[in-house]
């Protein structure tokens, strides 16, 4: 079992920043594949990206690649998803989601944070 918690979420004009996080509870946080998702109103929940265990290898949505980095740190048990350059159109909810086995498709995730307003002002 895994409780997840993303906060950073904010207000930011268009080319600015935001920082978001994601804290872990529970045992083995490193063995998860960690993955970042967002959803826009009235549009399906997309894949932003994931980071894997061993490696912490990064994958990207090509919508925010270049502009968007994911890193963790096991020790802390927690995921962060930095976000720059940001545009209007990544104004949606980011939740932070964990998996056994990994994935960009929602439903290979097992966890879900509650997730956390993201909202890009032109």
């Known amino acids: 079992q895994v409780t997840l918690v993303e906060s950073g979420g904010g207000l930011v004009q268009a080319g600015g920043s935001l920082r978001l996080s994601c804290a872990a509870s529970?045992?083995?946080?490193?063995?998860?594949?960690m993955g970042w998702f967002r959803q826009a109103p009235g549009k399906e929940r997309e894949f932003v990206g994931r980071?894997?265990?061993?490696?912490?290898?990064?994958y990207y949505a090509d919508s925010v690649k270049g502009r968007f980095t994911i890193s963790r740190d096991n020790a802390k048990n927690t995921v962060t998803l930095q976000m720059n350059s940001l545009k209007p159109e990544d104004t949606a909810v980011y939740y932070c989601?964990?998996?056994?086995?990994?994935?960009?498709?929602?439903?290979?995730?097992?966890?879900w944070g509650q997730g956390t307003q993201v909202t890009v002002s032109s």
């Open positions: 980071i894997t265990t061993i490696g912490a290898l990064t």
């Open positions: 529970g045992r083995a946080f490193s063995y998860y594949v």
């Open positions: 989601a964990a998996s056994k086995i990994g994935g960009p498709s929602w439903y290979d995730y097992d966890w």
